[in-house]
């Protein structure tokens, strides 16, 4: 739609659309607001839609990925979380434990989270375990304590769902559900996801390809739900000095393709603690919008992936250097070329 | 336990392992019952069992899998489905399309597959597919269809339940529930494999280990159900002269390690008609159980997966070939070794 | 050519490749000879060879690899090693140890293999090693017995050259000249393998896709010599319960697109000696020409890789059940189609 | 050795490495000068050494790579390229096309290299290819060209050896001689580079391990040269969305290990044009110590890999990016982290 299209003008493309029987989806933007159809089988001809007011251009998208490529809407979405831009021009750090273990241990990860400059907070009440032996997360009791965390520190809350069962229950106190890797095909859980109100972080799967990543997006948007973060976590390959191969370069190839923003776990990506902030940076440096980390008050000590957490003094580091490396790129590309 | 004990030493070893807060898992086997043990945080002293009237033998578990491993249950698992022995000194031929269609399309496939002398007919009602707008499956209606034709060829079903929403469903119609490779690690979808009387086909993930593989029928084995057959598909890797690269060597790794029966789908695995049958052969001959393949009765007009799907008299032809070595390894087997 | 097309014939082809600037390959077969162009730029007219006496057919190759496409010779190529034919009707087995430790062990894996049924002899006198602190061979030493097992045996000898240094040296003993998988792009050691009068074994890299493989061939034959044996031995992939993932789907897919004959080596592709015959059967009967294992007479002393050797009963036991199933396979297709 | 120890010191204790029957290396540093010992079959007792004047400690390696490890030489490596330190508190940027074309683009290359202020020059003149079809290389007539470039700009010339036939040549004219991929464990070629006087670039071969790596570098080091600069170049995974998976996350991991440097080249790494950049900024952001990259005056007439270069203006502006990341983080690491 054009820019200055309005609501009245919005309704009545949508209406056009569902009277050809297909399926409208509003997605706005900053700029202007782009409409997606969904539904049908085959090309619509163009010329339905080129003279309704306001209507700035029909496309015709040539991916198998329709709401989430740039195709349909060429400016970045951003997402917002709990007050949080995720996609804008500052970076967005999220910290905080694999797994929520207890109310001091998230209290303690949320004040260092805030005090080191981050405004997400992580950790899992649900955890996909790949023992049915090992620890499964405190479930609601986790909840809660991570909604107490908010309470006190103001973070916003990123937790994953893990089943459809207990989607409500994650939904009504994260302020973005997170879909792991794991479960990045698991289309009746993404279809939930697309219900929700609640914004979507979405891992990519360990052995996905770039195109798959963007489907399982796509089945979120198909649903209604616009507002989807992409994570990339690393990738299983034959490098055994990671536990997965990070990798950084579907950053820009998601950017390319997609106006969806896209974050990188660096925690998972490599599993190991002296890996992580090298690959945070590289991560800021190849234009990602965020990094999502592990951080524990005691790594030694955490249930799981302790291995692969940093302390708050690490992860307060870790920040301030993300941010200074976003602040001097941001700062170089907005001279124009010539002055450079 | 030894071979000659009844029931009620059964029961005894099970109260025994009950009253100190455990979880017994009785899992039958044609010479001997084993007696798993679950829910214990750390060892149990042996001597707790040891005495007890009908025990062979205590033993301690020394991989992460405990009710899938040979170490509790020494000899092979022989999963019936609807009358076939899965895992016994014969291989099962499974076949049938990648989609229930139609009526006509499955019954022919049917037909044709039980002319071709295949036990078993695989098809799917419910299918997870990369993008939210191609066609997922008849659902119901492709159930019925299946049940009409083992109603008229008296072949198994083996149909594939993709979420726990319509676990209930798949179960009622099937023979034998198949759980897809996207979903290898959907544990609640595991765990409700787990609560069901059915036998489960249990598909590798597309980057698993031979590890998680285990583990993630442990799940299932963990809730009770010890009827489950796993099946190696292929896994992704840089080749591409493949779909997916066959990882045949799993085979006899799953079978030193597991007493569960393991079958080979070669169509999914290669994605390549012409490769299918000559990996079906090798499947046989490295020591699978059996093999599952995509029959069509028209390959060029199928809706989903035509071009990896043999036609009827391609499959005969197959299964034939893949008797045939089966019979002869056992037939050389048989004789002692000085002898040969 | 046509079949009965003789050397005046030949002879007058070439001269008028010649005559355009380009390069003839003759590579003959059992029925018919092809010849084969390289050095041209672009697209050659049939016209100039159409009217010539002999000519049955002049084929324009649409592959990036020319003389060893299928396109250029339709028939399969037989490989002669010291009077053994490889890619013949019958499976060739060649067996013996990892690297050539002394006389005494290199003459009684010999005789093994011999009374074992095996028709070539492997063995490393040059061994390419991840360290430059470990047993590199010994060189001609180790070449000179294994000149010493063929003579007391009659098997042929299966060496690796790793370099153009030391190629005349191994070319003078060895009938069968082995490029190893590290080597497989080594593209002047293949250039060197091209201007050898003894055959070529030519193992997949470790990470080389379907068409590297072949063009890696296609050095070979482009500098004239039509004589090379391809040799899957696994690739490198995630996956952990093996050395290497064998990739059996390989051997139909060179067999689509080459003339040239493969065989499997399933001792690296697996790494385990538990999974060789399992995954030595599975090769023949995916239809390659041959295995090529290794078989130590005490695989528990051996230097190198004693872990994946056989010993030499296992080894004849496989010997047996290989040629089993190849004699199994080619009597059923022997019969007409209908009949079976 | 300690700080002070001066040659007499240093030869004294060669010469009792080498009257136990061993191979010392010297291996000099800003510091102190480092000895390695290899040539031994087991350990060596540390009392043979300890009492030496001028010997700090004696350190036993715990690796399989002795003389590139950290534990053999504590503080990094700096390698001097024509005047250039690479490994050393500046990063280090070499441009140019992948392979010499003629006299004219070479020479433009560098004058664009130098202006964005570049100090190595890359090109090929040997080129190891897929096919035997295609261009490989101008030849001695490229380094001539390549000299010819230095001659005018100052340049470091970086040029690849693909043989041991053609090294000598290369090496008289190259600062520092590549060794490519597919070469990696070329181990007579890594000999003869050991034995050269000037500095090697090693890259990772395509589905090499970091251990493998290592070993390949400690190849050259254990025949006496102890200038390798390491090149991570991306590694083949099933990610189809760049040509190869570049794997920044083994920068850290060698700096974590070994005392060589390590570059980037993000240009093999991606294939793909618009990811060059933001790749070769985060490889700097995670530590690398300088990029190689693709730089062609024309990328759309380049006659290999155009689609992956740079013209000349986007290479002087990641120059810039790149420099202003490495210095900022240098800067801030420099202040202690209480006051940062």
Same mark, same amino acid.
């Given at each position: 739609?054009?820019?200055?299209?309005?609501?009245?003008?919005?309704?009545?493309?949508?209406?056009?659309?569902?009277?050809?029987?297909?399926?409208?989806?509003?997605?706005?933007?900053?700029?202007?607001?782009?409409?997606?159809?969904?539904?049908?089988?085959?090309?619509?001809?163009?010329?339905?839609?080129?003279?309704?007011?306001?209507?700035?251009?029909?496309?015709?998208?040539?991916?198998?990925?329709?709401?989430?490529?740039?195709?349909?809407?060429?400016?970045?979405?951003?997402?917002?979380?709990?007050?949080?831009?995720?996609?804008?021009?500052?970076?967005?750090?999220?910290?905080?434990?694999?797994?929520?273990?207890?109310?001091?241990?998230?209290?303690?990860?949320?004040?260092?989270?805030?005090?080191?400059?981050?405004?997400?907070?992580?950790?899992?009440?649900?955890?996909?375990?790949?023992?049915?032996?090992?620890?499964?997360? =405190?479930? /609601?009791? #986790?909840? *809660?304590?991570? +909604?107490?965390?908010?309470?006190? $520190?103001?973070?916003?809350? @990123?937790?994953? !769902?893990?089943?459809?069962?207990?989607?409500?229950?994650?939904?009504?106190?994260?302020?973005?559900?997170?879909?792991?890797?794991?479960?990045?095909?698991?289309?009746?859980?993404?279809?939930?996801?697309?219900?929700?109100?609640?914004?979507?972080?979405?891992?990519?799967?360990?052995?996905?390809?770039?195109?798959?990543?963007?489907?399982?997006?796509?089945?979120?948007?198909?649903?209604?739900?616009?507002?989807?973060? =992409?994570? /990339?976590? #690393?990738? *299983?390959?034959? +490098?055994?000095?990671?536990?997965? $191969?990070?990798?950084?370069? @579907?950053?820009? !190839?998601?950017?390319?393709?997609?106006?969806?923003?896209?974050?990188?776990?660096?925690?998972?990506?490599?599993?190991?603690?002296?890996?992580?902030?090298?690959?945070?940076?590289?991560?800021?440096?190849?234009?990602?919008?965020?990094?999502?980390?592990?951080?524990?008050?005691?790594?030694?000590?955490?249930?799981?992936?302790?291995?692969?957490?940093?302390?708050?003094?690490?992860?307060?580091?870790?920040?301030?250097?993300?941010?200074?490396?976003?602040?001097?790129?941001? +700062?170089?590309?907005?001279?124009?070329?010539?002055?450079?």
């Amino acid at each position: 739609m054009k820019a200055q299209a309005g609501p009245a003008e919005i309704a009545r493309v949508c209406e056009r659309i569902e009277a050809l029987g297909f399926k409208p989806h509003i997605i706005p933007g900053e700029q202007r607001t782009a409409i997606g159809i969904t539904g049908n089988s085959g090309p619509i001809d163009s010329a339905e839609f080129d003279h309704l007011p306001g209507v700035a251009e029909a496309i015709r998208v040539s991916k198998p990925y329709k709401l989430v490529s740039r195709e349909t809407k060429p400016e970045n979405t951003v997402v917002m979380v709990n007050g949080v831009a995720v996609g804008g021009e500052e970076i967005v750090l999220c910290g905080g434990p694999c797994s929520v273990e207890s109310r001091e241990q998230i209290l303690e990860s949320a004040h260092a989270v805030k005090h080191a400059g981050g405004e997400l907070l992580r950790g899992g009440a649900y955890k996909p375990r790949t023992s049915p032996y090992t620890f499964q997360g =405190l479930a /609601e009791e #986790g909840l *809660r304590y991570l +909604a107490e965390a908010r309470a006190e $520190t103001g973070l916003g809350i @990123v937790t994953e !769902a893990i089943d459809t069962e207990t989607f409500d229950m994650v939904e009504s106190y994260a302020d973005c559900v997170q879909i792991g890797a794991r479960n990045m095909q698991n289309f009746s859980l993404l279809r939930r996801a697309g219900r929700s109100r609640k914004p979507v972080l979405l891992k990519r799967g360990i052995a996905s390809t770039l195109e798959e990543f963007l489907m399982a997006a796509e089945y979120i948007l198909s649903e209604g739900n616009y507002n989807v973060i =992409l994570c /990339e976590r #690393g990738v *299983r390959t034959f +490098a055994d000095h990671t536990r997965n $191969t990070l990798d950084l370069s @579907v950053v820009p !190839a998601v950017q390319a393709l997609s106006h969806l923003p896209i974050i990188v776990d660096p925690s998972h990506g490599t599993g190991k603690r002296d890996k992580v902030i090298p690959m945070a940076l590289a991560s800021i440096a190849a234009g990602a919008s965020g990094v999502m980390v592990e951080v524990h008050p005691a790594p030694e000590r955490a249930l799981s992936d302790g291995f692969q957490s940093l302390d708050p003094a690490e992860f307060r580091e870790m920040a301030a250097e993300c941010r200074a490396i976003s602040e001097l790129l941001a +700062a170089r590309r907005k001279i124009p070329a010539g002055v450079r």
